[in-house]
């Protein structure tokens, strides 16, 4: 339940530092620096709590899946996609992310269509 609660808390100061890190840059280049960030940051912070596994696993779930998943969620599709990769499963890695990429703007577009049928 501490993990659960860890996970809410963290979520809720990454989006909040996702939103006043926006309105600071503004436009597309800002989300584009958050999901590059992002990256860089669950990067650092996998190796970080891989490196030390006496740390307990709830202040993990704070760090990795609620302060940087709240922060963008393409940060843990990167992670996902490096540990394919480092598994020597390149291609469901390339899979993965292509298939995210391409179908993602699929869904994006058919969501778009949807919202318009629904409630134009």
């Not at 590059?36 to 704070?62: C, H, K, N, S």
């Not at 469901?92 to 049928?117: C, D, N, P, T, V």
């Amino acid at each position: 339940m501490i993990s659960c609660f860890g996970v809410f808390l963290g979520g809720g100061i990454g989006a909040l530092l996702r939103h006043l890190l926006c309105l600071k840059i503004g436009g597309h280049w800002a989300v584009m620096f958050v999901n590059l960030l992002g990256a860089l940051l669950i990067g650092v912070a996998f190796q970080f709590f891989l490196d030390r596994a006496e740390m307990r696993p709830e202040i993990r779930a704070f760090v990795i899946t609620g302060i940087l998943g709240g922060f963008t969620t393409f940060s843990t599709y990167m992670l996902d996609f490096g540990n394919l990769v480092t598994s020597q499963k390149a291609g469901e890695a390339f899979f993965y992310l292509l298939g995210s990429l391409g179908i993602g703007i699929l869904f994006l577009f058919s969501g778009m269509k949807l919202g318009r049928f629904w409630f134009s």
